[in-house]
Nanobody
Framework: QVQLVESGGGLVQAGGSLRLSCAASGSIFSINAMGWYRQAPGKQRELVAAITSGGSTNYADSVKGRFTISRDNAKNTVYLQMNSLKPEDTAVYYC?????????????WGQGTQVTVSS
């Protein structure tokens, strides 16, 4: 079995920073892309940032220049450094990873961590 466990969410004032972490554990042969998504109340889940196993990154326009995604392949962990947070960043943040088990790739999700930015 594979688990993605997130940590680092919380309440912060506008302009503040938070760092999210997501560690994958279990029967893992390899991890391809890892990413962070978010879902605000009444809205669809959206991609925030993604990173390939080689380190190439992709960001939503709304977070470019403020958020940085990184990963530690040895620890099967992905991070999201969030700076200059805005109230509109408030959402549940989910970790996602494409993981090789046996000869097939599977998509896994974390349980979500709440990020609340007060104005």
């Amino acid at each position: 079995q594979v688990q993605l466990v997130e940590s680092g969410g919380g309440l912060v004032q506008a302009g503040g920073s938070l760092r999210l972490s997501c560690a994958a554990s279990g029967s893992i042969f390899s991890i391809n892309a890892m990413g962070w998504y978010r879902q605000a109340p009444g809205k669809q889940r959206e991609l925030v940032a993604a990173i390939t196993s080689g380190g190439s990154t992709n960001y939503a326009d709304s977070v470019k220049g403020r958020f940085t995604i990184s990963r530690d392949n040895a620890k099967n962990t992905v991070y999201l450094q969030m700076n200059s947070l805005k109230p509109e960043d408030t959402a549940v943040y989910y970790c996602n990873a494409e993981i090789l088990r046996g000869s097939s790739w599977y998509d896994y999700w974390g349980q979500g961590t709440q990020v609340t930015v007060s104005s």
